[in-house]
Nanobody, 121 residues
């Protein structure tokens, strides 16, 4: 079983930055982690959880239009960690943020508790 632990969220003002981390642990070899595409998801109040940033095992990235140019996803396979650098935050970025596999080519792992990001105007 793989455990995912997200951290780094908080309360910030519009225009500020945050860096989120997601560490994978449990029965997961570094080689297994490095072989899957990872993604960041977020769930705003009253909305469904959605994927908005993906990084492939080769390091290619893809972003939803809503975060393109402001957010950067990266990974450290040796540490089994995925990062999300969030710049120029907007109130509409307020949500609980989660990481997981991309859920398309790779089976989702158990969800972590997520980390709350709140952006005030």
């Amino acid at each position: 079983q793989v455990q995912l632990v997200e951290s780094g969220g908080g309360l910030v003002q519009a225009g500020e930055s945050l860096r989120l981390s997601c560490v994978a642990s449990g029965r997961l070899l570094r080689s297994s982690f490095s072989s899957v595409s990872m993604a960041w998801y977020r769930q705003a109040p009253g909305k469904q959880r959605e994927s908005f940033a993906v990084i492939t095992r080769g390091g290619s990235t893809n972003y939803a239009d809503s975060v393109k140019g402001r957010f950067t996803i990266s990974r450290d396979n040796a540490e089994k960690t995925v990062y999300l650098q969030m710049n120029s935050l907007k109130p509409e970025d307020t949500a609980v943020y989660y990481c997981n596999t991309d859920g398309i080519r790779y089976t989702l792992w158990s969800w972590g508790q997520g980390t709350q990001v709140t952006v005030s105007s």
